[in-house]
């Protein structure tokens, strides 16, 4: 079925101007004034925006961690995402140490296909680097169009990889033409704080942030970067929350490596304080890196503003508060780490960033979806609103107002992180390769309709400019 979308006012990374944009057999056919079409559904957008679809470059679905699953699967997790104005997530699919990528990404698999209602792509983890990983590594990554793979630099004893396999990796990135991305903490100094602190008898939410400072964040993604220069190799920094990482995140860039730096919402508007909520309340903004003094937020905006930070990724790594956090009750280094994000991600960029006045709506669309499709290997399929790209879009009614509340959103669990937050501007109608998936603010897609993407290569994306033209 063909629809045009008349009336709206196209965003782009470069540019925003009032087109109709026709789409046929799920991808843009056509963008011009006055565009018609017999058989077409005609959608009016007028007064709204038109935003390429939202790319989430972070996130976390039916992920066992900490000792519990986190609670949004791919139906739930993408439902919410489509909700928020994300049309395409790439989830991070974990591995083991001696179990081959194969079957890690069979599993991703299970999970994800027949499951998911937008398209989404996998990073691959990588716990260990050896002859045989490598040669598999070579071979998966060519099948399944993966092209980021993925190195904890924290959360020892279960994740974390030590250099010598971060710097492994970083070679073989670069022969195989994949990004790196690091969670940057130095795992060993936080797990000797996590036990001096638990020792002491500091056991509340709020000694997660003290003993996972600003320090030890800089200090790996330092050392990552160096190690990135030395190998030649690409680096995306994941999730980065604080002044000092984002700094030597700048730093490397002025030296002329190639590195790349994603920060979340919740860094931008939720500070260290939270965690200080009393009856175990702050147990809901635990995460990793933790959040930070507010003074942080203001730098991490002009991160993004001057391009030295690039994208947003939700982190989405969700747990109910009633049974999934309040495992570390007694123990704070027990509380599963991870938070719901993934349906204000967009939303809370739009409000806090372009409503305030910090980006403006061009930044604003390529920080919420044309660099990660550039970076991720997506782009101009993704990413962006052009001929031949694919019809995932966003109706968005700027004027819009609303409270954040958990009984309003999608996630499947029982808190939202901005509870009581005001935004302004709201997605409306969300479509994924020109089939609604919101419509008029109601969920009209169906389980399994989301795609698997495969990825091309790092850089080939990179630079690709395509500027949507009206024909008419
Ligand atoms: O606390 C977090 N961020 N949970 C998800 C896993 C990770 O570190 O990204
Ligand atoms: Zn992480
Ligand atoms: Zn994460």
Redesign the pocket.
């Known amino acids: 079925m063909k629809k045009i979308i008349k009336n709206g006012t196209i965003v782009t990374a470069t540019d925003t101007y009032e087109a109709d944009i026709l789409i046929e057999n799920g991808m843009i056919s056509q963008i011009g004034k006055d565009l018609s079409s017999a058989d077409a559904e005609v959608v009016d957008a007028k007064g709204n925006y038109i935003f390429p679809g939202g790319i989430d470059p972070?996130t976390?679905l039916d992920?066992p961690?900490g000792g519990t699953v986190t609670k949004d699967n791919f139906e739930t997790g993408t439902i919410a995402a489509a909700f928020g104005g994300t049309t395409t997530i790439i989830d991070?699919c974990l591995t083991q140490k001696g179990k081959t990528l194969r079957s890690a990404l069979d599993t991703w698999h299970e999970k994800a296909d027949g499951n998911a209602v937008i398209d989404y792509g996998f990073h691959l983890q990588i716990v260990e680097m050896n002859e045989v990983i490598l040669k598999e590594l070579a071979t998966v990554s060519k099948e399944e169009g993966i092209s980021s793979f993925k190195v904890?630099m924290?959360?020892k004893n279960q994740?974390q990889a030590d250099d010598e396999t971060l710097f492994k990796t970083l070679v073989a990135a670069k022969e195989l033409g994949a990004l790196v991305m690091v969670?940057a903490e130095n795992g060993d100094v936080i797990d000797y704080l996590v036990k001096k602190a638990l020792e002491e008898g500091k056991t509340e939410p709020i000694y997660h942030a003290l003993t996972r400072p600003p320090e030890a964040e800089a200090e790996a993604t330092g050392r990552a970067a160096t190690l990135t220069g030395l190998a030649n190799s690409q680096l995306y920094v994941?999730?980065v929350s604080c002044a000092e990482a984002a700094a030597k995140i700048a730093e490397a860039r002025n030296k002329g490596i190639d590195i790349w730096g994603e920060t979340c919402p919740q860094y931008l508007v939720l500070d260290q304080s939270y965690l200080e909520k009393p009856e175990f309340e702050g147990a809901k903004y635990?995460?990793?890196?933790p959040l930070r003094e507010k003074w942080n937020q203001e730098v991490l905006w002009n991160a993004l503003k001057s391009g030295q930070l690039q994208t947003l990724g939700s982190?989405q790594?969700s747990f109910d508060f009633n049974g999934q956090k309040d495992l570390g009750k007694e123990d704070f280094s027990k509380i599963p780490?991870?938070?719901p994000i993934i349906e204000d991600r967009v939303s809370i960029l739009f409000s806090e960033g372009v409503d305030k006045g910090r980006i403006n709506l061009n930044q604003f669309v390529d920080i919420m979806s044309t660099k990660a499709a550039k970076l991720f290997g997506l782009y101009p399929k993704k990413g962006t609103i052009a001929v031949g790209s694919d019809a995932d879009l966003v109706v968005f009614n700027p004027h819009a107002e609303r409270v954040i509340t958990s009984d309003a959103d999608h996630m499947a669990v029982d808190y939202n992180a901005f509870e009581g937050i005001r935004v302004k501007g709201e997605p409306v109608s969300v479509l994924s390769r020109g089939e609604f998936v919101i419509k008029d603010k109601t969920f009209v897609g169906k389980a399994g309709s989301g795609q698997y993407i495969k990825r091309a290569k790092y850089g080939e994306t990179l630079s690709a400019e395509k500027k949507a033209v009206p024909q008419s």
């Open positions: 972070h976390h992920m961690f991070f904890f924290a959360y994740f969670h994941v999730h635990v995460w990793s890196p982190d790594c780490n991870g938070g």
